[in-house]
């Protein structure tokens, strides 16, 4: 099962030094490196771009951007406590590739929605790999929640598998 990032409550931190004040939620935080961010406040969105890494526990996307979109409803509090922000959907672009312990996906982009836990990955040539196993489509989705995962193909770009016995 491909796991992506997850949590609705998550510390955001713009470099990769080690912050050991709550190892409790050490997993949960989204570690992000970047050459540049561009921040809209009050639309509550965070663009990291070129040579963006990406890390939640096992989870490692690398992209040439990714985008943070927070849920609205926790954008309301007039403090806009970065810790109290939720998540709402991660976006990446360009280039990107998606690697935890036994999975590596590959694809032009990845949108990733917190609540519904849904991952579409779309490009001509997005792929998915694991254990020798692998699938080649247009547009992949995955219902995490539901353990469903649906490949589409696209035209003369039929989706590709090839599965070990």
Do not use: C, W
Request: proline share 1%; net charge positive.
């Amino acid at each position: 099962m491909l796991t992506v990032f997850s949590g609705t409550h998550t510390t955001i931190a713009a470099s990769e030094a080690s912050d050991t004040k709550d190892i409790n939620n050490e997993g949960k935080r989204i570690r992000i490196t970047s050459d540049k961010l561009n921040a809209e406040v009050n639309a509550g969105e965070i663009e990291f771009v070129g040579n963006v890494k990406a890390t939640q526990a096992d989870a490692v996307i690398t992209s040439d951007r990714l985008k943070i979109i927070y849920d609205p409803d926790s954008m309301k509090n007039k403090t806009r406590d970065i810790n109290s922000l939720s998540i709402e959907k991660i976006i990446a672009k360009g280039h990107v590739k998606i690697v935890t312990a036994d999975i590596i996906a590959e694809t032009d982009r990845a949108e990733y929605t917190i609540k519904s836990k849904v991952l579409v990955l779309l490009g001509e040539q997005s792929s998915i790999n694991q254990g020798g196993h692998s699938i080649t489509g247009t547009k992949f989705t995955l219902h995490r929640s539901q353990g469903k995962l649906i490949v589409e193909g696209s035209g003369e770009k039929r989706i590709k598998a090839t599965l070990q016995p």
